[in-house]
């Protein structure tokens, strides 16, 4: 994972000056994004899990680097995790993060008002909250995964590095704002606990709008 992970930072580290020698006179954009993670966690020690829902929400910013390409930076508040799928249970897994998604967008230019783009990169997260509910014949808990720390394989991580790729739509609104749709797919590389082999899994959907940095 590390390996792969150097050999992409150091591919971003060659592409992108080589991309800004060549700089678009293109303004950068500012903006927000507001969705929803359909969440789920994946890995050799997970035999099936449910989809838990969670918030999406945060700012972009768009720096255009070389004819239809540009890099963009996101600040996310995201919740991920599962849900439970065994008969007769009511039980999630919630995990919040804070997250950095760094990526490389291509922007497939059309005639008309609306276009579409492509992007990929990475994500770098920091857990904020993990905790774990039931409920069961009408009683209801909720812990923090901090409860089970110390026990074999439990101790939770707080960092979290995933492969990012998406697509979306660009609507051309007046005085150069845009308002855009999307969806991403977010792939976890890192485990989420001590010991075990569980990561993220997200298909992410979300809107957003955006104004040009004068």
Do not use: W
């Amino acid at each position: 994972m590390y390996r792969i992970l150097s050999a992409a930072v150091l591919a971003a580290g060659i592409a992108i000056p080589a991309f800004a020698s060549a700089q678009s006179t293109a303004a950068p954009r500012i903006g927000v994004i507001g969705g929803v993670n359909l969440a789920k966690v994946g890995g050799d020690d997970v035999d099936e899990a449910g989809t838990r829902t969670g918030l999406l929400a945060g700012v972009s910013l768009t720096k255009p680097l070389s004819g239809a390409f540009s890099l963009e930076l996101n600040g996310l508040f995201s919740q991920k995790g599962a849900k439970d799928l065994e008969e007769g249970t009511n039980a999630a897994l919630k995990l919040n993060y804070l997250e950095v998604p760094i990526l490389l967008r291509y922007d497939v230019k059309t005639t008309g008002g609306v276009h579409p783009h492509f992007s990929g990169g990475v994500s770098l997260g920091y857990q904020t909250g993990c905790k774990i509910s039931a409920s069961d014949g009408g009683v209801s808990g909720e812990v923090s995964c901090s409860l089970l720390e110390g026990e074999d394989g439990t101790d939770v991580k707080k960092f979290d590095v995933g492969l990012v790729a998406g697509a979306g739509l660009n609507f051309a609104l007046a005085n150069n704002r845009m308002f855009t749709v999307g969806a991403r797919y977010n792939y976890g590389l890192s485990d989420l606990f001590e010991d075990a082999s569980v990561q993220n899994r997200a298909i992410q959907l979300y809107a957003g709008f955006s104004i040009p940095l004068r």
